[in-house]
């Protein structure tokens, strides 16, 4: 059995564990308010705009049309992988990894896949097997629509310009703070909205001042708003899943504590009686 020292000393290092753990878990909830309520308001919007693109990008007529909507045949594919800056959110990261290993060995295998990484962890485990087109880790420390925009619009020019025929963005989607979804999203071309029928020809729109303006000014704002979207889910993400980590942590680290506070006294006790026992024992001797 461990002496009382080593064990004193490891209820101290427990102990001083769990209030940092406790303190992380904090600030993440702290942060995942402000982050949650930053993509919670801003999806009807953005939903709402991409059906209204699909709607618009199933009834163009054949002579209208927009290099974002090109569909060609796939051979060269852009993965960008969205992760964070900052480890210790449990899977959160570990997810995205595995995620885009399996979209490049498994959906688009035999094929030209490249990344493009949003988040230092993310580029810190896919660099080591090949090479990434691009990293950005400043994105996250200042999330912008205008920050945003910028990196958008690489990825649409890295499409026109003929660069890659498919763009798909791998992130996790914000359920609530203990679920995120992973999602393998395509980000160019453009997915039509010719898969829904019933709902393409309900929609009744009014097009001024028409379709080819509109599809010229809308194409662009809903492409820079579907990453600035999945950059805000993933950010939600990043703190639900830290503060459900670090609650975890700290649950743990109070059970140790509570375990080798236990341990302690035992260990104690069986101290204090192995000294009465050689004190009687001493009397005794003398005694006789």
Partial sequence: MANLKEIRNRISSVSSTMQITSAMKMVSAAKLKKAQDAITTMRPYAD???ELLQ???A?????IGSDYTAERDVNKVLIVAISSNRGLAGAFNSNIVK??????????KGKQVDLFTLGKKANDVLSKDREILENNIEIFDD????????IAQKLMDLFTNGSYDKIVLVYNKFKNAATQIIMNEQFLPIVSGQNN???VETADYIFEPSKAKIVEELIPKSLKMQLFKALRDSSASEHGARMTAMHKATDNAT?????LKLQYNKARQASITNEILEIVGG???LAG
């Fill in 255 to 259: 059970e140790l504590r509570d375990a």
């Fill in 197 to 199: 029928e019933e709902k």
């Fill in 99 to 108: 995620s885009t290993v399996s979209l490049i060995k498994d959906t688009y």
């Fill in 48 to 50: 709402k705009q991409t």
């Fill in 59 to 63: 009834s163009l007529d054949g002579d």
């Fill in 55 to 57: 709607s618009l990008s």
């Fill in 283 to 285: 009397a005794e001797a």
């Fill in 143 to 150: 999330l912008t629509f205008e920050n945003n925009a910028v």
